[in-house]
C-alpha cells in the first residue's frame, strides 16, 4: 500500500512537471503579445514579465506558413527560448536598417526550411510602421568558413537558424540564412 502511494506521488508529480513546460510556454507567448499590444500603444520597449532581459521589438508575419512572430530584442539562449530574437549587432531599426533575426531550427524557425525565394514577409515594426520583405537570396554558410554579412546601404532583414534542420545534434556551425530585400509596391 505504501509503495502504491508513493509510485502515486511520483507519477502526479512527473505528470506535473510535464505539464509545466507547454503551460509556462503558453503563457510567456500570452504575455509577450501583450508586451507587443502595449508597445505598440506606448511606443516604448516593454518587457513581457518583470525580469525578462528583453522586449518585443518587431512583429513578422507569413501568411503562406500560417507565422505570426513577435521578435525579440536580443539572440541569447535566454531570447530564443521564447521567440526569435534580434542581433543586439544590428539594433537599429529605419528605413535603411539590416537586421540579423535569429531563431531555432525546431521551433519557431522550423519553417523556413519551406520558404523559396519571391516570398514575402510582412514586418511592423515599434511605431506600428508596416513593410513588406521578399526572400531575395536562401544559403547555408559555414561559420567557421565564413561571416554572416549585412549590408550598410540597404533595407534587408536576415532570417537565421541552424542547419541542418534534422541534425540530431544542435548546435553546429552551418547556418540557414533567408535573405529579404525591402519590396518596392
Known amino acids: 500500500m505504501k509503495k502504491t502511494i508513493v509510485l502515486g506521488i511520483i507519477g502526479l508529480a512527473t505528470f506535473a512537471y510535464g505539464a509545466y513546460t507547454p ?6 507567448q500570452y504575455l509577450i503579445h501583450q508586451a507587443w ?20 521589438v518587431l512583429r513578422l508575419q507569413s501568411i503562406k506558413h500560417d507565422q505570426d512572430l513577435i521578435v525579440l ?24 536598417s539590416s537586421l540579423m533575426i535569429s531563431g531555432h531550427r525546431d521551433t ?3 519553417f523556413l526550411q519551406n520558404v523559396s525565394l519571391g516570398e514575402k514577409f510582412e514586418v511592423t515594426t515599434a511605431d506600428n510602421n508596416k513593410q513588406i520583405y521578399q526572400v531575395s537570396n536562401i544559403e547555408i554558410i559555414d561559420t567557421t568558413k565564413q561571416d554572416i554579412t549585412i549590408s550598410d546601404d540597404r533595407a534587408e532583414i536576415k532570417l537565421i537558424t541552424c542547419f541542418p534542420f534534422d541534425a540530431v ?9 533567408v535573405t ?6
Open 23 to 28: 503551460l509556462k510556454a503558453e503563457l510567456a
Open 37 to 56: 499590444e502595449e508597445a505598440i500603444a506606448t511606443g516604448e520597449g516593454v518587457k513581457p514579465w518583470g525580469w525578462a532581459d528583453m522586449h518585443p
Open 73 to 96: 530584442s536580443g539572440d541569447t539562449g535566454n531570447v530564443l527560448a521564447f521567440g526569435p530574437g534580434l542581433s543586439s549587432d544590428t539594433p537599429y531599426i529605419d528605413q535603411l
Open 108 to 110: 519557431h524557425f522550423a
Open 169 to 177: 545534434v544542435a548546435g553546429g556551425s552551418l547556418r540557414y540564412v
Open 180 to 185: 529579404t530585400q525591402l519590396a518596392i509596391e
